[in-house]
């Protein structure tokens, strides 16, 4: 199983990124993806998931309104598409599956991507 995750890079506070997490070697419409992330010195910390089907969607408190997570499971793709970015959202951004209902534990994810940096200036 292979979870590719792009799209970092550096902007401004206000400012918008799309990241994308491209997954191999599983049947990605019977997983739930979900993005997590971890700034310097933190603990790894949820950030958004969908069900496998996409029709469920859950988002962390400190995103909610700002960020969009989405899926194709014809592409085996899932998406996050972040706008109104602040300073705070600056951290490691990984994708994660597992095949089974949505948690925001980073422990129960089976897979992995590497994480793909995003920082915001103020």
């Known amino acids: 199983v292979q979870l590719q995750a792009s799209g970092g890079g550096l902007v401004q506070a206000g400012g918008s990124l799309r990241l994308s997490c491209a997954a191999s070697?599983?049947?990605?419409?019977?997983?739930?993806m979900a993005w997590f992330r971890r700034a310097p010195g933190t603990e790894r910390e949820f950030v958004a998931a969908?069900?496998?089907?996409?029709?469920?969607?859950y988002y962390a408190d400190s995103v909610k309104g700002r960020f969009t997570i989405s899926r194709d499971n014809a592409k085996n793709a899932v998406t996050l598409q972040m706008n109104s970015l602040k300073p705070e959202d600056t951290a490691a951004y990984s994708c994660?599956?597992?095949?089974?209902?949505?948690?925001?534990?980073?422990?129960?994810?089976?897979?992995w991507g590497q994480g793909t940096l995003v920082t915001v200036s103020s």
């Open positions: 994660a599956a597992r095949p089974y209902g949505y948690t925001p534990d980073a422990v129960q994810y089976n897979y």
């Open positions: 070697g599983l049947t990605f419409g019977s997983y739930t």
């Open positions: 969908i069900s496998a089907s996409g029709g469920s969607i």
